[in-house]
């Protein structure tokens, strides 16, 4: 799987909207990129996931550049709950097998 | 619908011994991974269990096994622990769907080595 890169940490005030930058300069055509949250000590939250396609659900939207080397995760308004830890993480659907690469992921802080 | 439980959600045990987590995934949902994260490894895959099988492995030692029943629900194993085992373990599940499949992860068990 391709490997991502982020910023290990930022800030966002309350009520703004938080960009969560990822970079995945090697991504090939048949991989996803995919977006999960960690609250301290809990289990991974699935977000949001794409292709190549702008996508947006209930909880945050992810714009995807045209060459696909980068995307955007972005929680249009942030809450103090939405503090966590982001991952985004590239992976190809194996025929024979499932399963995600963690990178360090990027420690959002929402500040009131 | 229930989320991914596991069990149990704490354990302490002593060097040597050996410890079963158990997973039970969402309902409907056939595919079982399971996780290690530790503060300095971070999240790492394990293995993951498919009807039963295991179909995908991650670069950890034997004494880490795993299996999965007939109802989907998936057990690990980790002879002789070490130190370094101390870890929270997460469990995620999905039905799979094939390329855009979608993980869902229990709330783990932390496992502490004395």
């Known amino acids: 799987d391709a490997k991502t890169t982020q910023p290990p940490s930022m800030d966002c005030a309350e009520g703004r909207a938080a960009n969560l930058p990822c970079n995945h300069s090697t991504i090939s055509g048949n991989e996803y990129v995919y977006w999960y949250r960690q609250i301290h000590s809990q289990g991974p939250q699935y977000i949001i996931h794409?292709?190549?396609n702008n996508e947006t659900n209930e909880m945050a939207s992810l714009i995807i550049t045209e060459d696909r080397k980068s995307s955007t995760l972005i929680l249009p308004h942030a809450t103090l709950r939405d503090t966590a830890v982001y991952y985004c993480?590239?992976?190809?659907?194996?025929?024979?097998?499932?399963?995600?690469?963690f990178g360090t992921g990027t420690s959002l802080t929402v500040i009131p | 619908k229930a989320g991914v439980t596991q069990t149990p959600r704490y354990l302490i045990k002593t060097r040597g011994q050996q410890v079963t987590l158990s997973c039970s995934p969402i309902s409907g949902h056939r595919s079982v991974s399971w996780y290690q994260q530790t503060p300095g490894q971070g999240l790492q895959f394990l293995f993951e269990y498919f009807s039963e099988t295991q179909r995908n492995k991650g670069n950890f030692p034997g004494r880490f096994s795993g299996r999965q029943f007939s109802n989907s629900r998936s057990e690990m194993n980790v002879s002789t622990l070490e130190l370094g085992d101390s870890a929270l373990y997460l469990c995620a599940s999905s039905i799979p769907t094939g390329p855009t499949d979608t993980q869902y992860f229990g709330p783990g068990t932390r496992l502490t080595v004395l």
């Open positions: 993480i590239v992976r190809v659907a194996l025929y024979t097998g499932n399963q995600f690469y």
């Open positions: 794409g292709l190549k």
